[in-house]
């Protein structure tokens, strides 16, 4: 089970990043070459758009789920602050054994 989650992950992951790369070498292409715009409904011009549109969404969604990750992190780590400081209270002072004979 953990294994399909795994690749598909991946391969989730890859289409994003090919996308993203497939997306900045067309808009790339683009400018150094330039195309005969033929105006207001330009087709190339409103791919290019529509690739920008694209990669806005995909940044924005990444960004999101970065912030998410970083805060599901720092909630673990306050939660688990108050368990990490229980280790430092069994100490023989802490417990109250006297060492001495």
Same mark, same amino acid.
């Given at each position: ?7 598909l ?5 890859a289409?994003?990043? %090919?996308?993203? %790369?497939?997306?900045?070498? @067309?808009?790339?292409h683009?400018a ?5 715009c ?6 190339? @011009?409103q791919f290019? $758009?529509?690739l920008?549109q694209?990669r806005r ?5 990444? %960004?999101?789920?970065l912030l998410? @990750?970083i805060?599901l992190?720092?909630?673990?780590t306050w939660?688990?602050?108050? $368990?990490? $400081? ?6 023989p002072?802490?417990r109250?054994?006297?060492?001495n004979s």
């Open positions: 089970m953990f294994k399909r989650r795994r690749v992950a991946v391969l989730i992951c289409f994003v990043a %090919l996308s993203m %790369l497939a997306s900045s070498a @067309c808009i790339a683009e150094i070459h330039p195309h005969a033929t105006g207001e409904g330009c087709p190339v @011009c290019i $758009a529509h920008e694209v969404v995909f940044g924005a969604a990444l %960004l999101a789920l998410v @990750c805060s992190a720092a909630g673990r939660r688990a602050a108050p $368990a990490m $400081a229980v280790p430092a209270l069994a100490t002072v802490g109250k054994i006297r060492l």
